[in-house]
């Protein structure tokens, strides 16, 4: 082999080193998905009720294709190596000896399903039926890379089985006819549809700071999951942590850590406990509150919040990519005196996300850090 097919392709320790390669996801053939235990969707205004399920329309596609090529191209012209997934035909009908499912998803997040920590990436369970083969769109990359970089973990948590006994049943049901206050009551109970059967979690519900992991309990992420994540990371702390979010999906529009001793935060969601954010002051962080988007609306068929403004992407620790209409956060992290490159998104996030959701870290320049020496005891 030459020399330089002898580098070190894979490693990313936290959310702010300087970004030398990343993956961006593509929207093509992107689904609205078929129903399924954890995704009933319903949008009878704009033709999927309850029920259907299809492509999400080509113009729609056509739009995210081309902002997610200028994404792309947006970062290789700051030198940052860029590589895209390999799509697969979505619509068709999947199945395992457990289950059939009429439907996949899509490839556009590549960060809900890849988590990057030092020199490995694992491919996260998904709980999702639709998402259970996702990980297929990015096989050829992590193939590559795997036989360019010979320190390169590549690794698969448990694939789970995704049985009835999965979740809870009638979960929908009964969440639908329940007060608001009782719904509360089981949101701070983190009683959401998924059980505790297998272990669960979605990458995007971890946020990396070097030694420390924050990792979600969510719709998506289970405690059996959080666990998981716990024993294979020995040399980690992994944090559960939990906000006072209704129907929580992902991380990264609740905590985004931005540099070292600053982190954004959503003020709809406080967390949950005195902990975390005794955890971050203790250490010297400051956690600011994300301003509200400028949209009054989200996209058709947009299964996020008003949130995906604070889904950024940082390229290094003076330097930061905002959604390009959302002038109060780039006005913020201008006062925080970063450097904010806008990028055109809102028409990607019903194909899964914004800006952080749609990339996933292969390279930053930077060792494994501790940046919370003071530890709160139990957290
Ligand atoms: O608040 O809607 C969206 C993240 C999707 N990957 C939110 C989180």
Avoid at 45 to 56: A, K, V
Avoid at 156 to 161: D, L, V
Avoid at 257 to 271: M, S, T, V
């Amino acid at each position: 082999m030459t020399e330089d097919s002898q580098k070190t392709v894979v490693c990313s320790w936290n959310e702010w080193d300087p970004l030398k390669h990343v993956i961006v996801g593509r929207a093509e053939g992107t689904m609205l998905q078929a129903p399924e235990p954890v995704v009933q969707l319903d949008f009878p205004d704009q033709g999927f009720p309850l029920g259907t399920f299809g492509s999400l329309p080509k113009e729609m596609e056509d739009k995210a294709g081309e902002l997610l090529d200028n994404y792309a191209a947006i970062l290789e012209n700051r030198g940052i190596r860029v590589d895209r997934p390999s799509p697969l035909d979505f619509s068709q009908v999947i199945q395992t000896p457990d289950w059939k499912q009429d439907s996949m998803f899509g490839c556009m997040p590549p960060r809900d399903v890849l988590l990057t920590v030092g020199d490995e990436i694992l491919e996260a369970p998904m709980s999702f039926r639709s998402r259970w083969f996702e990980y297929l769109c990015y096989r050829p990359l992590l193939e590559q890379y795997y036989k360019e970089d010979p320190s390169f973990r590549w690794e698969t948590a448990p694939k789970p089985r995704l049985t009835d006994r999965t979740y809870k049943k009638d979960f929908w049901k009964e969440w639908n006819s329940i007060s608001e206050e009782e719904q509360w009551k089981r949101t701070v109970n983190s009683d959401w549809i998924i059980s505790e059967t297998e272990p669960l979690f979605d990458a995007a519900d971890v946020a990396r700071c070097g030694k420390d992991l924050f990792v979600q309990k969510s719709m998506v992420t289970n405690d059996a999951g959080i666990e998981w994540l716990r024993r294979h990371y020995p040399d980690h702390r992994v944090h559960r942590v939990t906000y006072r979010e209704m129907l929580p999906w992902h991380i990264d529009a609740t905590l985004i850590p931005l540099r070292p001793g600053l982190a954004l935060i959503n003020p709809e969601r406080p967390a949950l406990g005195n902990a975390h954010n005794e955890l971050f002051k203790k250490n010297g962080w400051e956690l600011v509150e994300a301003p509200k988007s400028v949209r009054k609306e989200k996209m058709p068929l947009c299964t996020c919040s008003m949130w995906l403004n604070m889904n950024c992407l940082v390229i290094d620790t003076k330097t930061i990519c905002i959604e390009a209409a959302e002038t109060p956060m780039m006005e913020l992290l201008d006062k925080y005196g970063f450097e904010v490159i806008p990028v055109p998104l809102f028409e990607v996030s019903p194909f899964g996300g914004g800006l952080h959701c749609a990339t996933a870290d292969v390279y930053r320049e930077g060792t494994l850090e501790d940046y919370f020496p003071k530890q709160v005891e139990g957290f």
